[in-house]
């Protein structure tokens, strides 16, 4: 996506803002496209960071990162936080949002804070973050209802790639041991096949 930012209030200030009045407030949200750039801050709302192509390096809770392509991140409110990019082009998805239900919704998701998870490339998630942008540009009387919804199938679909990738990861591990004891299995009947042989011939030069 390129490089686009709406915000719900008409004034950018105002976008920065915790506000528990409400179940859920989208503060706002957008796209980022560009490279060789730096930035350093720390918000009173929520922050969600998708990257869909290329790398960052990002620091918080006293830790450097590297976030990169299907990469996500959920940062808490009032996490001091800084990214760069020094070379490729990085492209990155954000969200800033509020709410009585803010922590609710991450935990009815089953997404967690604060960590860089790998959901891969889903290009799901880049058409509800289209239509969460082409929301604010209408924001008329359905915008709140239509926001909130798009943002629920947002964490929806993350908490379901994620899982999915676990479940693939869990897969491909009883795949590896299914094989490994498969071969140990073969092993030890070819062990035990030598074995009878040499017996047999033992026996036979006994015979003779």
Known sequence: MKTQTYYTAPNEPS?????NSKEIVINCVGAVER???STRSV???YYIMYVIRGSQTISFDNKTF????GDLLILEPHTPYSYSAKDAEVNYLWLHFTGCRAQQKLLDAGLKTNTIVHCGHSVRIIELWERMCHEFTIHDKHFENM???IFTQILTTFSRKIQSIGKEKNLQKFCKQKEK???SSQKLKGKNNLKYYEQKGK?????Q
């Open 203 to 207: 026996q036979k030069q006994n015979l």
């Open 15 to 19: 976008a920065n803002m915790r506000d």
């Open 35 to 37: 490279n060789h750039y």
């Open 147 to 149: 926001s909130n919804a």
């Open 66 to 69: 590297v976030i990169a392509d």
């Open 181 to 183: 004891e498969t071969n």
């Open 43 to 45: 918000r009173n709302d």
